[in-house]
């Protein structure tokens, strides 16, 4: 475990212009695919990635984020923060540096020591690639909800669900992680496996964050025992032959041999919108990617999917596991081959099959998207209480001079799963007077308080909000009904 660095300089907050509809942090981050950002008490999301510590924040419009970085060393002649992310544009094959406007830092960091501009670039478009930004998500839901009336049925209810492309090898390790397993307890061997053979990037909110280990970190004799010792249980020695295989025998670019080319996109750049048709099984290079990652020990087909899907980019894998079956039994009434009751190969790739005839190349997404909507943790949608505050404030103004207007609102709460930050947000609107000449213009002063508030509610995630009322109205109906009955008796 190496040292934390205890210094850290941060990027000024950005934000990325995107609404919960296209992307919503708090239902992608906790659906499990990744297993590594933790929610604070602030409500902030954090982690580390590739030599960075990302804190996030998302609003109804805009997802806010800041890069933290450790300190540069004096005696470096470039800044370590652009090797950094120069390594990681080169190594994911990212897309060009073109970030957005920065506004100046107001922090009291030198020039010297601040992060370098690429930090900021290499960021905006880490989270881009991460998030998958480039395919418009809207479209995509409206064409599964075509093809597909359960899809149709339950997905605006889980808008905003997108498939990370993570790392490869990060991939590989979690969903190793991930068999017979729950989402708290693969995160917590995820903690541990970063926190005693990852690199300390620094403290953010108290809490010290390591990046990912790489396979040569994994290799030695103890690895082994010691993951056992932690925890890891039969998981330990898959984990230690696998980072083996990878640092001694595959190499370092086997992994990415195996990513989707078309996976692959640039910052702004166009999301390859052909639809040829999708041949049975799935595209060739999914096929061998998947064929070729169940050479490895503690593999089987669902991890193998889950990989190729969140860590190489085959949007037609879909992992399949009793839970997914049961989900094609009960809403899709499939029928598995044979006499079997058991979900054997020719089952798991029956059901895989069925879901990619029905949503096409991009079936692991889709399929993702209900298999979050069947989950325990999302089974009801809690609708806090919202206050929202405004005060208008108008100064008196001379005639033909303009007048401030400061406007503070705040918002708490969260709403239907969707976080609101709990901040104020100033902003002071000029007016000019609209005053006739030889009149005596003079703005009377106001003060204007708006309040409104939603009161606590718990909503079951069978029924849209919208429909409450026709629930109501059908509740009423039965109880007439039976004390119709009733009374006829």
């Not at 830092?105 to 601040?114: G, H, R, V, Y």
């Not at 089987?300 to 049961?326: F, I, N, R, Y």
């Not at 909503?459 to 849209?464: G, T």
């Amino acid at each position: 475990m190496t040292a934390t660095a205890t210094l850290l300089h941060h990027t000024p907050w950005h934000k990325l212009p995107i609404p919960l509809t296209e992307l919503c942090i708090d239902t992608t981050l906790r659906c499990g695919q990744s297993f590594r950002w933790k929610k604070t008490a602030s409500g902030s999301w954090i982690c580390a990635l590739h030599g960075r510590i990302l804190t996030l924040r998302q609003d109804s419009s805009f997802l806010h984020w800041r890069a933290s970085f450790p300190s540069p060393s004096t005696s470096s002649s470039a800044h370590p923060v652009c090797k950094s992310s120069a390594r990681h544009v080169q190594n994911q094959q990212d897309h060009p540096l073109t970030p957005p406007p920065s506004s100046p830092s107001s922090s009291n960091t030198s020039d010297k020591d601040a992060p370098c501009p690429s930090a900021s670039q290499s960021t905006h478009d880490l989270l881009h690639h991460y998030f998958n930004l480039t395919p418009q998500l809207s479209r995509l839901y409206a064409e599964w909800s075509r093809a597909d009336p359960n899809f149709a049925r339950k997905a605006p209810r889980f808008t905003g669900v997108r498939i990370l492309k993570q790392d490869p090898w990060e991939a590989l390790v979690c969903f190793i992680c991930s068999s017979n397993n729950n989402i708290a307890r693969i995160s917590q061997m995820v903690e541990k496996l970063c926190r005693y053979y990852g690199r300390a990037i620094g403290e953010v909110e108290g809490e010290t964050y390591y990046d990912f280990p790489e396979p040569r970190a994994l290799i030695g004799k103890e690895v082994e025992r010691r993951l056992r010792d932690l925890g890891f249980g039969y998981r330990a020695k898959y984990l230690w032959r696998t980072a083996c295989l990878v640092e001694n025998e595959k190499g370092s670019g086997w992994l990415q041999g195996l990513r989707n080319p078309e996976a692959v996109s640039s910052v702004g750049g166009k999301h390859n919108e052909q639809q040829d048709p999708l041949p049975e099984g799935g595209r060739q290079g999914y096929r061998d990617a998947h064929e070729a990652l169940l050479e490895l020990q503690g593999v089987g087909p669902k991890v193998a999917d889950c990989v190729c899907l969140m860590g190489l980019g085959w949007g037609e894998a879909v992992p399949v596991d009793t839970h997914v079956w049961q989900i094609a039994h009960r809403d899709y009434k499939f029928r598995q081959p044979g006499k079997h009751s058991s979900l054997t190969k020719a089952t798991y790739d029956a059901v895989g099959d069925k879901f990619r005839a029905l949503w096409g190349r991009e079936a692991g997404w889709a399929h993702s998207v209900l298999f979050t909507a069947d989950l325990k943790s999302f089974s009801e949608k809690l609708v806090k209480r919202l206050e929202r505050e405004e005060v208008v404030e108008v100064v008196k103004g001379e005639e033909g001079s303009n007048a401030a207007i400061d406007v503070k609102q705040e918002v708490r709460g969260e709403e239907l799963g969707n976080v609101v930050k709990s901040e104020d947000i100033d902003a002071t609107v000029k007016t000019e007077d609209a005053g006739s000449e030889g009149d005596e213009a003079e703005q009377v002063v106001k003060e204007v308080t708006k309040k409104e508030v939603m009161l606590d509610k718990r909503v079951k995630r069978e029924f849209e909000e919208r429909e409450h009322r026709e629930v109501e109205f059908h509740e009423d109906m039965v109880s007439r009904v039976k004390r119709r009955k009733r009374s006829q008796r």
